[in-house]
């Protein structure tokens, strides 16, 4: 098997393993909607989030300015030192 016709098998896998928890998360998404929480507020990918739908934290925009700060003043300090 060549590296391409491994990759596309493991894309192939990936796709249906996928699929298959996509069924997985709409069977209890609507488990619970009927007797535990209101289907109404909570939508099925918030319930269970797969693949490129998870939660990923991110820095905020206000570390994210600080931190450029003090790389400015530390380049500052050690400008042409090494």
């Given amino acids: 098997m060549t590296w391409r016709e ?8 990936e796709r249906q393993n996928l699929e ?12 619970g909607a009927g007797t ?7 939508k099925p990918n918030q319930f269970m989030p797969l693949g490129e739908e998870q939660n990923v934290r ?5 570390t994210k300015e600080r931190f450029r700060q003090l790389q400015r003043e530390y380049l500052e300090k050690t400008n042409g030192r090494r």
Avoid at 6 to 13: D, E
Avoid at 58 to 62: M, P
């Fill in 58 to 62: 991110s820095v905020s925009d206000k």
């Fill in 36 to 42: 535990a929480f209101d289907a109404n507020k909570v």
């Fill in 6 to 13: 491994f990759q596309l098998r493991k894309i192939g896998y």
């Fill in 20 to 31: 298959q928890w996509q069924r997985v998360r709409q069977i209890a998404y609507w488990s």
